[in-house]
């Protein structure tokens, strides 16, 4: 079955870039979508498309794909972005999820 | 605006069902297609099951494939999930979304509900 490899974890400090991949099989061949989930709540799409970003989703996050391999880049990052996040594609009529990281705001 | 309301978890013995359902306003339903997505507790989220728009072709993964059946009801703009020969492992948090797109592919999930818990225990 299709994986997606994510880092556990990534730290960032306030105001700085934090960059998270996601990798796969001839992954630049599909869609990837990013969902952001705090503690308690429901999961929210942040990126789609690779590199497309919904109506209310701030500046900061954007993406983009290459390769086997989907970043997800948030730039100036505030203390509200403390989060998981998943990266998402589909491949061979399955939805896959990546495990998931978690990003703590120094 | 789009809601999706989740209903029916709650406590499963193992070997039993439950039927979860989930209840959309604020799109036209009837043209898009809808997935079922689990969370166990403390892990990461497993999509489970999506079905097509209008015509509803079911498609699985393969951990609830033969157990687990989709369905939906356009009249009533409600997707449900019959869960069978429940599992400890089937215990989550199990959220609706809303596809982009009509044939389960290359889409994503816009909205989500607030999800419904699936305990399993004797």
């Known amino acids: 079955s299709y994986e997606l490899a994510q880092p556990p974890s990534v730290s960032v400090s306030p105001g700085q870039t934090a960059s998270i991949t996601c990798s796969g099989d001839r992954l630049g061949e599909r869609y990837v979508s990013w969902y952001q989930q705090k503690p308690g709540q429901s999961p929210v799409l942040v990126i789609y498309?690779?590199?497309k970003r919904p109506s209310g989703i701030p500046e900061r996050f954007s993406g983009s794909s290459s390769g086997n391999t989907a970043t997800l880049t948030i730039s100036g990052t505030r203390a509200m972005d403390e989060a998981d996040y998943y990266c998402q594609a589909w491949d061979s009529g399955t939805y896959v999820f990546g495990a998931g990281t978690r990003v703590t705001v120094l | 605006d789009v809601q999706l309301v989740e209903s029916g978890g709650g406590l499963g013995q193992p070997g039993g069902s439950l039927r979860l359902s989930c209840a959309a306003s604020g799109f036209t339903f009837n043209n898009y297609a809808m997935s079922w997505v689990r969370q166990a507790p403390g892990k990461g989220l497993e999509w489970v099951s999506a079905i097509s728009s209008r015509g509803g072709s079911p498609y699985y993964a393969d951990s609830v494939k033969g157990r687990f059946t989709i369905s939906r009801d356009d009249s009533k703009n409600t997707v449900y999930l019959q869960i069978s020969s429940l599992r400890a492992d089937d215990a989550a948090v199990y959220f609706c979304?809303?596809?982009?797109?009509?044939?389960?592919?290359?889409?994503?999930?816009?909205?989500w509900g607030q999800g419904t818990l699936v305990t399993v225990s004797s």
């Open positions: 498309q690779d590199v």
């Open positions: 979304a809303k596809d982009s797109v009509a044939v389960p592919s290359h889409g994503e999930f816009d909205y």
